[in-house]
């Protein structure tokens, strides 16, 4: 592991101020993150990463620290993936790696398809874009967004948590994780950012009209490599899993096998670096 430090940075885009952080040496890596993960998410991945990459890690607009000019607007998923053209290009003047996790992994394909040629690889781990599926596989997935959001709108976290635990697979009474992680309370910028990432960036993802084979293709034109990637001990029921599987044939290709589960980039950061570091070539 490398301890260094981080610098701390903004940046203007239209309708948001990003707030964002790089660490390390190498080729740029920008991690991506799952549900309500801010820039620290990963906070215990990133010293694992930063002797070999220059990690980039950010507070998707809306989130924490990146905020909104109207917070009324509505968040769409183009939005998120100009946010990551406009990030790339403040820290880097070539094409760049992305490592995706399930949120991050739909605004990773969303990126390749309208910015081509911005990402050289990109880590999709179980992207949670319901458009990838079958028809009927499809509206289930959607229709499971849904009833999360209508869960908060009725009872607030409290009724939301168990519904995200069904969705995703998860038992918390037996989640397993490697030991020393850092603490990660649920605090009020913690509970903010569930709220929007349900109430807000529920609805980018089920009212998103990307064609799940625009992203094949400009990657195919671009040469970008796109890599599927599941978690080891995600239930094949789960929809962001079976999302990786349509993507993979999609590509002709198989899916990456991570540790842990949808989240195993926070339960098990160690193994999950390793990986990391073998799938990019390093």
Known sequence: MTTT???I???SVPGATLHFQVEGIGPVLLLSQSGEGDADRTVDLVPYLVDTFTVVTYDRRGLSRSTLDDPARPVAMADHADDVARLLAEVTDGPALMAGFSMGAAIGLQTVARHPGMLSTLIAHEPVMPNLLPE??????VAELSAIQDAYAAGGLTAAFPA???HLGIDPAHDETEEGLTPQPLTLRRQANFGFFIGTEFTAVTTDGLDPAEPVRAAARTGTRIIPATGRTTRPVVHTYRCALA???RLGAESVEFPGGHNGNTA???ATAQVLKSVLGW
């Open 5 to 7: 430090a981080a610098t």
């Open 9 to 11: 940075r903004t940046l």
């Open 268 to 270: 098990f950061p160690r």
């Open 247 to 249: 993507l993979a044939a």
């Open 136 to 141: 009927a596989d499809r509206a289930e997935h």
């Open 164 to 166: 995200i635990a069904r």
